[in-house]
């Protein structure tokens, strides 16, 4: 299968579309040359630029983005940023990793709380917590498990009957949930264009200059994009699935697209029920729905995956209408402003593709779905990976990524099992 070098989106990005007109980096041109090159503008991106630019002020950091900030898979995900382990990590018989994750998390969390306030980046960050949540056996059975753990490992939460979690989100479509405290809620737009728009000054980025072309020079790098190139001795890929397309390891690394959609502001009685205040709710099964409210009233819904390509917007945006009236029918017929796809880096086992792969060629790819924090990290460790300097032991935090079968059996086993878990937890997608 040819890898391709980048995303391409059959429509523009809801969160970034609401953001106000901001003046686009100039894209690559001509020749250059620089100590390192980014490839990807997201969270994993800018923490690895500024990791290094803390590090080594003095060298030259080249940052290239495939499209504009926002537009790209970090302005496209659902704004949760969890201080702990998401629910699918989350296992009571490996508490001490489990332990060592949460810690992580939160001292990441905090950093990137700190760097918004002192940047004064206005991107609705909201300390929320988030609920989780189940209709079916199956759904109640995974949250259980996730209760489990957050018994054993001491954290603190919340178990919600129905009509408790009704008072909450609106809804008496759930049979019962959980409310835990460790997590915030962003316009993840707005976050990583402000990252963008207050990056230090020696730190350069080039929008819309997507890298179509990496190839060895010596004992250097030649980036090519479409209408320039630059010659570097170490570059770090931040581009998550699509770091294939340059060397990252395809047998270990797929990329799934999933869809989102945000109603028109609500009416005022359904805005005072459903969203007076901020909240955000993560499935108990992982097919589930994720839902969100929106500093202006809306209703947020992200559900339903593909394989590899991005499926039919509008066939999408039914199935999510139909998710979202289940949930609360009084707003049938219900009116999305937005609705988009994007992609994320899946590993069969959940654990990053970390690490150098080729001399001065480094990778972090694969979050799982874990974006912000989890990316915010893994970027930061990578730059200090390649600077040589003391590095947390990645592997033992996270895991190594597994190897997975070529297509079509990779294929054919993605839509297999998605099919049997979506039968088995109908009810929560």
Avoid at 54 to 63: C, F, G, L, T, V
Avoid at 342 to 355: C, E, I, K, S
Wanted: proline fraction near 5%; hydrophobic fraction near 35%; charge should be positive.
């Amino acid at each position: 299968m040819t890898q391709t070098t980048h995303p391409s989106h059959q429509r523009s990005c809801g969160w970034n579309a609401w953001l106000p007109e901001r003046k686009v980096r100039p894209a690559l041109s001509g020749r250059s040359e620089v100590d390192v090159v980014i490839i990807g503008a997201g969270y994993t991106g800018f923490a690895a630029a500024t990791a290094w630019r803390q590090a080594r002020p003095e060298d030259r950091i080249k940052i290239l983005e495939a499209d504009r900030v926002g537009e790209g898979s970090p302005g496209r995900n659902s704004g949760f940023m969890l201080e702990i382990a998401l629910a699918n990590d989350a296992r009571p018989q490996e508490l001490e990793r489990m332990g060592k994750l949460n810690a992580v998390s939160r001292r990441t969390m905090a950093l990137l709380r700190e760097r918004v306030e002192r940047l004064g980046i206005d991107c609705q960050l909201k300390h929320s917590g988030t609920y989780r949540a189940a209709k079916s056996a199956v759904g109640q059975r995974a949250l259980k498990q996730y209760e489990s753990f957050l018994e054993a490992a001491g954290l603190s939460y919340q178990t919600l009957n129905g009509d408790q979690l009704a008072e909450r989100i609106g809804t008496n479509y759930y049979a019962q949930g959980i409310y835990s405290p460790d997590c915030y809620l962003v316009q993840p737009a707005a976050l990583i264009v402000g990252l963008a728009d207050s990056m230090d000054a020696g730190i350069e980025l080039h929008e819309n200059s997507p890298a179509i072309q990496i190839v060895p020079d010596g004992r250097r790098w030649r980036v090519i994009t479409p209408e320039g190139e630059v010659v570097t001795g170490r570059v770090i890929l931040a581009n998550n699935a699509f770091s294939r397309a340059f060397g990252a390891d395809p047998s270990r690394l797929t990329a799934i697209y999933t869809y989102a959609a945000i109603t028109e502001p609500l009416a005022e009685p359904e805005r005072q029920r459903i969203a007076a205040a901020t909240w955000g709710l993560l499935p108990a099964h992982r097919l589930g729905c994720t839902l969100r409210t929106t500093a202006d009233g809306r209703l947020m819904i992200r559900s339903r995956y593909s394989y590899e390509r991005e499926a039919d917007n509008a066939r999408i945006e039914n199935q999510l209408k139909a998710s979202l009236e289940a949930r609360y029918p009084e707003l049938t017929p219900v009116r999305f402003d937005k609705v988009w796809g994007g992609t994320t880096g899946l590993t069969y086992n959940g654990a990053p593709l970390w690490g150098e792969i080729q001399p001065g060629l480094y990778v972090s790819a694969g979050c799982n779905g874990g974006g912000i924090v989890k990316g915010t990290f893994l970027g930061d460790a990578l730059a200090r990976h390649a600077l040589g300097q003391p590095v947390e032991d990645i592997a033992s935090l996270f895991g190594k990524a597994s190897w997975m079968p070529p297509d079509p059996i990779r294929r054919f086993g993605f839509y297999l099992t998605s099919e049997v878990e979506r039968r088995k937890a109908k009810h929560e997608t």
